[in-house]
């Protein structure tokens, strides 16, 4: 039997009307509008879409929104001057700098400038430490958006057995964190693998719930989940162009295949990505809120 689809699309459909009547409230009981700034270096056509489309969902959901789209050759040194007057803008409440930044710009630095409480994407490593003894500020957005697409599909976590493929900082690892804390939609025992994971078929294979963030075109094939297995696919692979002229996407696991043997999957596109973007404006709701409540709102 075919397994069921886990929308992406609709749960964060629902997730932004709950965000939304949450502006809405903030507004009009403290005449505060969350506010989000993004930060594009340069011309990367895939950040240019992605920093388009916050932008967008920040407007639809009456975010107050500011985007600067700074050139390729911007130094440092100016970067890091643009976070600081953000860091202290009142009517910001959260600082997204897309990723991948030009080589000659030193990323880790550009995460350390961005002032912990408005870093709605979640890898200043104060957030990141927070995040390891389960009293995170923020939850970095993808990861954090998994959690909930497994929540609010009624996936159990409690006691499963998740199998993460891969352990960069901005999915796998965090992914791998959240889901072992002693927590509600966690409690899960935890399989990290990577390059070096020898078999990594028999370790896929055993997982209830199989989480893949490798960022290879179908690598996760049919042979290698389990029966009855919930998939998530974090992976976005540009596998070519469509006749409208957009990018042709497709993720890590082989989807028709796997949907046939599994019990549910996400698509891509539909999947995981929806619920990115969506987090991006939880997070900057969240800080927004936090900026009430240390005033004694
Ligand atoms: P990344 O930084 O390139 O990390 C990939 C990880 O996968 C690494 O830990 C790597 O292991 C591991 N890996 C690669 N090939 C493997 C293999 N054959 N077997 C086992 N492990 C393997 O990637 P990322 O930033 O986490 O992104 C992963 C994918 O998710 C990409 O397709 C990306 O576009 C997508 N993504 C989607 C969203 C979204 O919102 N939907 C957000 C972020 C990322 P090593 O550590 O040993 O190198």
Do not use: W
Request: hydrophobic share 40%; with cysteine.
């Amino acid at each position: 039997m075919s397994a069921r689809i886990i929308s992406g699309i609709e749960v964060a459909g629902e997730i932004r009307q709950e965000i939304k009547r949450d502006v809405e409230a903030l507004k009009s009981r403290y005449h505060i509008e969350p506010g989000l700034v993004t930060i594009l270096v340069g011309n990367n056509p895939a950040s240019i879409s992605y920093v388009t489309a916050k932008q967008k969902t920040a407007k639809e959901l009456g975010f107050y929104s500011i985007e600067e789209n700074l050139r390729e050759d911007i130094t440092q040194e100016e970067l890091i001057f643009m976070i600081d007057k953000y860091n202290k803008d009142d009517r910001i409440h959260g600082i997204l700098v897309q990723m991948p930044l030009p080589k000659h710009i030193n990323e880790r630095e550009v995460i350390y400038a961005i002032n912990p409480d408005k870093d709605v994407d979640g890898f200043h490593p104060v957030n990141m430490g927070r995040l390891l003894i389960g009293e995170a500020l923020f939850y970095p957005c993808t990861p954090y958006g998994i959690q909930q697409l497994l929540i609010k599909s009624g996936i159990e976590t409690e006691g499963a057995h998740v199998v993460v493929v891969g352990r960069s900082n901005i999915v796998g690892k965090p992914i791998a964190i959240m889901l072992c804390q002693k927590a509600k939609g966690a409690n899960a025992t935890v399989t990290i693998c990577h390059t070096a994971t020898k078999d990594l078929a028999s370790h896929t294979k055993r997982a209830d719930i199989l989480i893949v963030a490798l960022g290879s075109p179908k690598a996760i094939t049919a042979d290698m989940v389990k029966e009855g297995a919930t998939v998530i696919d974090v992976g976005v692979n540009r596998i070519g162009v469509t006749p409208d002229g957009k990018a042709k996407l497709c993720g890590d696991v082989d989807f028709e295949a796997v949907k046939e043997k599994v019990y549910a999957i996400t698509p891509v596109p539909g999947g995981v990505g929806p619920m990115t973007i969506t987090m991006l404006m939880l997070n900057t709701l969240k800080a927004a809120k936090r900026t009430v409540e240390m005033q004694g709102g």
